[in-house]
């Protein structure tokens, strides 16, 4: 599954480890009485993030990373892991109906038409997952889609290593464990030149955008903040209460000050009882709180 939970995610038991993976390298956690933390970088080249074409350039250094973290648990085939995918990798968004089907065919058959001519690739051969939130008088339901493919070439190292992905997702969405409910609230989540923005009314999830930016400069992080505050308040009914940043590293402040002015809003960083949730962790630390939440 691309999408287990938004809330949270349950797993029982938690598996043995936990994946996330970037352009940059693999994010891991090795779960028990005590979480340990690891981090294999990787080459430039060897992955590309995108959810048009194929991601993994080059499958052997792949491969060779995901063995080294994994190789605590050589000799123990299908043992269940987590899997964190890039955000750029898969199509996440928010539709919303007046009523939706009750049961699961009907349902993934709307979906399907609904993003039939908005997304960029086959909707009929791609991995889809989904979540339905009701509401008062409408059914959000968030969808996140990817061509089977992209999924099937980031899990084949874990099934080489003897590790079985029984849950994969996409990095903001696990993140959104570290995101405190209440109000309308903002999180950009910055990783490499792909810019994340979820914004969530409570607990409800109702807007997500996934873009990769020319850069990664403020400047033109703030052209596609302004929008998108705009289209808040024109269609969410209020402006944001707060903007989480995520991804930022020593540019936080910077950003803190700079977002304050232009939008007008409190802006605070996004925090982790593990730490400071950087550009290529923030999904495993999120990950890694529901499950400290719910077992």
Known sequence: MLLDSIKSILIDPPPGMAFEVSEAGIAAARIGAKTELDFRPLEPGVLSVSPLKENVLDAAAFTAAVKALAQTHAGRKGKDATLILPDFSARTTVLDFDTFPATPEEQLALIRFRLKRSVPFDVESAAVSYMAQPGAKRVDVVVVMAPSEIVAHFEAPFRAAGLNPGL????????????????????????????????????????????????????????????????????????????????????????????????????????????????????????????????
């Open 168 to 295: 994969v997702t996409t990095s903001s969405l696990a993140a959104l464990e570290l995101a405190p409910e209440g109000g309308l609230t903002m999180i950009a989540k910055l990783t490499g030149h792909a810019l994340t923005l979820l914004v969530r009314d409570k607990s409800t999830l109702k807007l997500v955008r996934c873009l990769e930016l020319p850069t990664s400069e403020l400047e033109d992080i703030t052209a596609v903040l302004v929008p998108t505050f705009v289209y808040m308040e024109d269609n969410l009914g209020g402006r944001a209460e707060k903007l989480l940043l995520c991804g930022f590293g020593s540019r936080t402040e910077e950003a803190k000050h700079l977002f304050e002015q232009e939008l007008a809003v409190d802006v605070e960083e996004m925090r982790s009882p593990l730490g400071v949730p950087g550009e290529y962790n923030a999904g495993l630390l999120g990950y890694l709180r529901s499950v400290a939440r719910n077992n």
